[in-house]
């Protein structure tokens, strides 16, 4: 880009290129779409080229290393470098300033780099690029899939492509932009098997409940705008402005910052916006998991995170503790309403997507409460308060770098657990005839029809194993350095201000009640002697797929490093920079201590009554419903045999009868989603299907008709324009004649 | 006129200021000379001595080659056309070529340049790429050299295109109406000639007659229009033109001389109502000639309109806005209706590239409408200069960037015409299939065309509006700065010139959209299923116009300011 003006804070040699970041994988959507369209079939684009998936992999590699530049770029001058500005103008020129008549106008692109962008950037980068090998390994190889790949590959791209727009953008605008380029490629991957009457009203649900929150999220720029009369990071985070702004009208900028909440709450799945996620499983698999881990989640955790900078302004404080508490309330009601729905759901792939929804509950809760402490706390001026602000927003974002990784694994791992199951049972009941018989009742998704899956898959238990403890938060596994922050920053922050007892009694609850139905998933399938005979015969999967969990695995075991290097103190706040303590070593036993050992005794009895729940009581309750040896003559990995051994002890000693409660109206309230769908279906048919279907009247007569009128009518002055052309030179002269005469006459009459 | 130096014809200076102009006659005496060269020999009368003087005979194997005069003709553009760059990137001088009495003949300045870029540019790719297109007869994949003309046929094609840049190049910098009007008859004669080039075919000839009885009635009046001038004023300099219209402009004969004028140069833009032979021109002649009458004759038109109207009948002779205004406004609305309207339900692709070049003239007309809405003498008007000089920006660019997608348009085309003609919107089916690379470019063009970001055809598009709304408001900006309040009524009326220039734009969506669904959904042609014929030539042409298109719409800022230096020197009170 020659039209590259640098208005630069900081100018860093690999920020130039940080543009290619976006572009690569847009301009990768182009090409793969374009070839595919063209080569289709042809053997070296499906065999070679894997209909598009190597064209998107280096692609996505370049995405990733040169993310990794500008990341460590960004780490290395990290002291008193706050963030980096780069402009890129689309066109200078002075045409552009409209003199007297208009102001400036600049039509420009801009990079903004900070610790949250950083953070979400290595995320969606390196995450993007697993699920990229794994697609290879699970799409290619079903033949369902086959000569429409190149779809999937190009959504997939240009998906990406949108949430790492949305990270790298420096305003509100792009940001929403790219956000809207996010939300176009869910519903159609989600829809990705859209002859499917479930997949195609699945794709249809997640884009129109996303849409509502984007409305709202639209809204609430349009006053940010208004406050501020711009939307780049650059001026509304200026702390002369937020003082301006802050002395007529905060309650104004909460109404705002609310409204483009509720964008972030349709986009991260939160309730009421929730509704769309679980159905969402009805696109394949490695698509869960972009949707699920690496981008459009986050997105709405991104928004809230962006929106730090108002609530830890100077000007405001005070002003926005509500809005805090609001966040925090819906993250607390979400994170126990999902994860109670997932207790008692069978099909694999919807636990886990309930436990995205809980799990991202945690994370707006710990937002919410680093919000309220920055909002209330002069943290500006108190160091105290400013290592307790800082290290509440970094628990969250730290719990937002550990799922996004553990619930990448899990989707990548049952996504190697249903492919194996469907090709075991398409090896029993169809033969190995290539026919295709999808349409018969096995549900390969069901945890009813695997059970023992240990011994066979080795490597994919292990990884959704580890996947699973990283998310439940058992001790010195992922996420449990960060989940235990954000359960002690909720007491914290309800110590202050009782409101906030509410969220903070939901995480707690939920830190056990996530041990239960992650431990039951993993016990209902990899535990136990297979449940039917698909399960007995199911084989190890391929090296696409196994690649990325081998790598993920190692991700979610080495957090205990990231937590000693300070992850949570740099990730929140650049003041602390990277590897803040001496070393590595130093830094892990001051977060022990921390964690296992606080000097505060509230804080270390709630430390212990988390893991009780999260690690004993849960999982314990599971182990007595679930457990069971392995089928005999099987043998597992060694270090997942002490984990199948006590289920079935537990098993044996603690089981008991649970008939009643699955009988109980409760379960089926909690089978058929606690019934806000059937609310929401009610609504919608009554309320607003009847305003549509007279909008839709409207549609058809007033627009349809006009619009038709215009075509017919611009068709039919076609043909007559057209019939003056006669051909004949004689004609032309004539009408050359016309035209002399009358503009002599037009001339001479206006002078 | 302070710093433009005075040169007079071959003295000193004269080679270095008109070097692009004098390779192009170098290049056009080697096209008569290179391919009659030969064995022949001489005797010296009365004696057996024969003494070889290398013309006639049998001709060596490079001077039969029937490519040769291509090559000539190509390399001569070529290196025109960087010559003119070369001389940009030296930084311009201002020459004035005077004749022994100190009339001033030829003028050198950005403004000229630039527009010899855009002829130069157009002619170059248009020669180049048509190196393999003359054949005898035409269909086959492979074009061997016996299929080709012989090439003392290539050489007269060849010569008319560089006689036709000659022409153009002089219309460029003349100051003269006559020295204008010679230009102008030279650059007309040549494309009359390539037009009906193809004597062969019945469409060929008879497009090309048509073509030149018009253009001779047009070209008639429009020699009419500036012996009235020359009547009026007693002179043929545009300088003294333009002062004494200053003085008494508002006269029956100026008046109608200059009306005269606008139906000459009318034609050459094909501004309706005197476009009625272009769309058979364009669908005769061979695609590449089609697209230098769409983009460099156009372009040649508009030069001279911009000459004859802002210079000598200058908006500052009368009260605030130009004599011709209301005529210019009405034939600019009329020409870009008129245009769409007719390509809506063309299903000649040379046709509709056809009608829509008379509607990108009315796009131009409505920007050259709007120059004239005001007093644009920076002298005089201060502000509302600015905003003309972004018009006539807006203006030049468009012609420049025009060169890229519309040209590129034809050369497409060309490819399909020598597989057998491209006459029908279906003879484009299937060629995403055939030749994927192909159909993108032209994918590229027509969005370009429809102006859609970001590609070089929006900018331009989206400048030209810009810059009309912004003269429209005027000098009301200072007032809404003030909070003054405002309607839509106290805007100048070429606002509303601007409003239907957006409504034309999406009309003309469909048609090229259309080009498009054909490419890249149809089947191809019955007994066209097979590879494209070759010639790399023509895409490499093509890849230059692509990469134009693409470049300048991402990163135009050098161009724009180009043009915008152009558009500054245009203000004859340098």
Excluded at chain 2, 376 to 385: L, Q
Aim: one cysteine or more; charged letters at 15%; glycine letters at 10%.
């Amino acid at each position: 880009m020659s039209g590259a003006e640098a208005t630069t804070t900081v100018h860093s040699e690999w920020m130039q290129y940080a543009p290619l970041i976006i572009l690569l994988p847009m301009i990768a959507f182009a090409v793969i779409l374009f070839l595919g369209r063209v080569f289709n079939g042809h053997p070296f684009w499906k065999n070679t080229l894997k209909e598009g998936g190597l064209i998107a992999l280096p692609v996505m590699g370049a995405s990733l290393i040169l993310s990794l530049l500008l990341i460590s770029e960004f780490l290395k001058g990290n002291s008193g470098v706050d963030d980096i500005f780069e402009k890129i103008a689309w066109i200078n020129t002075g045409l552009w300033d409209g003199g007297s008549t208009t102001e400036s106008v600049s039509f420009g692109f801009g990079i903004y780099v900070d610790h949250v962008t950083v953070m979400l950037l290595f995320v969606a980068s390196f995450l993007c690029l697993l699920i990229n090998v794994f697609s290879i390994g699970y799409m290619n190889t079903d033949p369902i899939n086959d000569n429409r790949n190149h779809r999937f590959y190009a959504e997939f791209v240009l998906f990406c492509s949108g949430m790492l727009g949305m990270v790298l953008a420096d305003s509100f605008l792009w940001l929403f932009i790219f956000w809207e380029i996010m939300g176009l490629c869910s519903y159609l991957l989600i829809g990705f098997y859209y002859e499917r009457p479930s997949a195609a009203s699945a794709a249809k649900k997640a884009f129109l409940t996303t849409r509502i929150g984007d409305v709202f999220l639209m809204i609430g720029l349009v006053m940010l705008w208004d406050l501020f009369g711009s939307l780049d990071y650059a001026v509304v985070f200026d702390t002369q402005n937020i003082e301006a702004v802050a002395e007529n009208s905060a309650g104004t900028l909460q109404w705002a910052l609310g409204l483009m909440f509720i964008g972030a709450v349709g986009k991260s799945a939160q309730f009421p916006l929730h509704v769309w996620l679980p159905d969402a499983m009805e696109g394949p698999t490695p698509v869960s998991a972009l949707i699920h881990a690496a981008t459009m989640v986050n997105a709405g955790l991104y928004l809230v995170a962006r929106m730090f900078p108002f609530f830890g302004a100077e000007a405001l404080h005070g002003d926005l503790d509500d809005l805090a508490f609001i966040i925090a309330a819906v993250g607390g009601i979400t994170a126990v309403m999902a994860a109670a729905i997932a207790f008692v759901q069978m099909d694999l792939k919807k636990v886990l997507a309930y436990s995205t929804m809980s799990q991202l509950a945690y994370i707006f809760t710990g937002l919410g409460c680093a919000m309220y402490l920055a909002n209330t706390l002069d943290w500006h001026n108190d160091s105290d308060a400013h290592y307790i602000v800082v290290v509440a927003f970094g628990a969250s974002l730290f719990h937002l770098f550990n799922h996004a990784m553990a619930k990448g694994m899990l989707f990548m791992a049952s996504g190697s657990v249903i492919h194996e199951v469907h090709h075991a049972h398409h090896h029993l009941h169809h033969g190995d005839h290539g026919d295709d018989h999808h349409d018969d009742d096995f549900d390969a998704q069901s945890m009813e029809n695997m059970g023992g899956l240990a011994s066979k898959m080795p490597i994919t238990a292990t990884a959704m194993l580890i996947g699973s403890a990283s998310i439940m938060g058992l001790p010195f596994i992922g996420g449990f350095w960060s989940k235990e922050g954000i359960i002690a920053n909720a007491w914290r922050v309800a110590q202050d201000d009782p409101r906030f007892l509410f969220p903070a009694m939901c995480v707690l609850i939920g830190a056990a009640m996530t041990g239960f139905y992650m431990s039951r998933m993993w016990l209902k399938t990899f535990a136990g002697k297979p449940n039917n005979e698909v399960a007995a015969h199911v084989g190890p999967t391929n090296i696409w797929i196994k690649t990325p969990l081998f790598i993920l695995t190692f991700v979610t075991l080495s957090s205990v490093l990231l937590a000693g290097m300070g992850f949570t103190h740099w990730a929140a706040d650049t003041e602390y920079s990277f590897l803040s303590e001496k070393n590595i070593l130093d830094g892990i036993l001051y977060e022990m201590e921390h964690a296992f050992a606080n000097s505060d005794a509230f804080f270390f009895i709630l430390t212990y009554v988390a893991i009780f729940l999260s690690a004993i009581l849960g999982p314990g309750i599971a182990m007595a419903l679930y457990g069971g040896k392995l089928a005999d003559g099987e043998v597992t990995k060694p270090w997942m045999r002490p984990v199948v051994r006590l289920s079935a002890w537990v098993n044996k000693r603690f089981h008991f009868d649970n008939t009643a409660f699955r009988e109980s109206s409760l379960a089926t309230a909690l089978e058929n989603r606690l019934y806000i769908d059937e609310y929401y279906d009610k609504a919608m048919i009554n309320i607003v299907a009847g305003f549509s279907n007279k909008v839709a009247e409207a549609d058809t007569e007033v627009i349809d008709g006009t619009i038709k009128a215009i075509e017919s009518g611009s068709q039919s002055l076609s043909t007559a324009v057209r019939s003056l052309t006669t051909g004949s030179a004689r004609d032309y002269i004539l009408m050359v004649a016309v035209g002399t005469l009358t503009i002599s006459l037009l001339i001479w009459g206006v002078a | 006129m302070s710093n433009v130096s005075r040169v007079e014809p071959f003295g000193d200076g004269f080679i270095t200021a008109l070097c692009p102009e004098l390779m192009l006659f170098a290049g056009m005496l080697l096209l008569i000379l290179v391919p009659n060269l030969g064995k022949g020999t001489f005797r010296i009368p009365g004696t057996q001595i024969r003494l070889p003087w290398l013309l006639g005979g049998t001709r060596f194997k490079f001077s039969s080659d029937p490519r040769l005069p291509a090559w000539i003709a190509s390399l001569t553009l070529g290196g025109a056309f960087l010559s003119v760059l070369y001389i940009f990137n030296q930084g311009l001088e201002r020459v004035v070529i005077v004749s022994e009495s100190g009339k001033e003949l030829l003028l050198i300045n950005g403004f000229s340049r630039i527009f010899e870029l855009i002829f130069f540019g157009a002619l170059a790719l248009a020669a180049f790429s048509s190196m393999n297109r003359l054949q005898v007869k035409g269909i086959g994949s492979k074009v061997s050299e016996h299929e080709l003309y012989n090439n003392r046929r290539q050489a007269d094609f060849y010569i008319l295109m560089v006689t036709c840049a000659l022409g153009m190049s002089v219309v460029a910098l003349a100051q003269d109406l006559f020295v204008l009007f010679i230009g102008l008859e030279l650059a007309s004669f040549s494309t009359y000639v390539l037009v009906a080039f193809l004597k062969e075919s019945k469409v060929g000839v008879e497009s090309g007659m048509k073509y030149f009885i018009v253009g001779s009635v047009a070209s008639g009046v429009g020699l009419y229009g500036l012996s009235m001038l020359y009547l009026w004023a007693g002179s043929l300099q545009f300088s003294v033109l333009a002062a004494t219209f200053a003085v008494s402009g508002t006269t029956a004969l100026p008046l109608i001389g200059i009306g005269f004028v606008l139906v000459g140069f009318g034609f050459k833009v094909s501004a309706a109502p005197f476009h009625f032979a272009a769309p058979d021109a364009y669908a005769g002649a061979i695609s590449p000639v089609a697209g230098v009458l769409a983009t460099a004759s156009k372009a040649m038109g508009m030069l001279g309109l911009v000459r004859m109207l802002l210079i000598v009948a200058a908006p500052e002779s009368s009260d605030g806005s130009a004599v011709w205004l209301v005529c210019l406004g009405a034939m600019a609305a009329i020409t870009m209706t008129w245009g769409n309207l007719a390509a809506l339900g063309s299903d000649n692709p040379k046709r509709m590239l056809a009608y829509s070049s008379v509607a990108h003239a009315g796009y131009m007309l409505a920007a050259l409408t709007a120059v004239g809405a005001w007093n644009w003498d920076a002298a005089v008007a201060g502000d509302a200069s600015a905003a003309a000089v972004a018009v006539m920006t807006a203006l030049i660019f468009h012609l420049v960037v025009l060169v890229a997608f519309k040209l590129g348009a034809f050369l497409v085309l060309s490819i399909l015409e020598s597989e057998g003609g491209a006459s029908r919107l279906s003879s484009l089916g299937g060629l995403a299939k055939r030749e994927p690379l192909l159909a993108v470019a032209m994918f590229i063009f027509m969005i370009s065309l429809a102006g859609v970001p970001p590609m070089a055809g929006f900018l331009s598009k989206l400048l030209v509006i810009m810059g009309i709304v912004r003269i429209a408001v005027g000098d009301m900006g200072a007032e809404i700065a003030d909070g003054g309040i405002y309607v839509l009524g106290d805007m100048h009326w070429v606002w509303w010139l601007a409003l239907l220039m957006v409504i034309n734009s999406a009309i003309s969506v469909f048609y090229y959209l259309r080009v498009v669904v054909v490419m890249f959904f149809d089947e191809p042609e019955q007994g066209r299923e097979g590879p494209l014929p070759g010639g790399w030539q023509v895409r490499v042409a093509i890849l230059a116009c692509v990469l134009t298109t693409v470049l300048v719409g991402v990163a135009g800022d050098s161009l724009i300011r180009l043009c915008e230096m152009a558009a500054q020197s245009l203000n004859y009170n340098w």
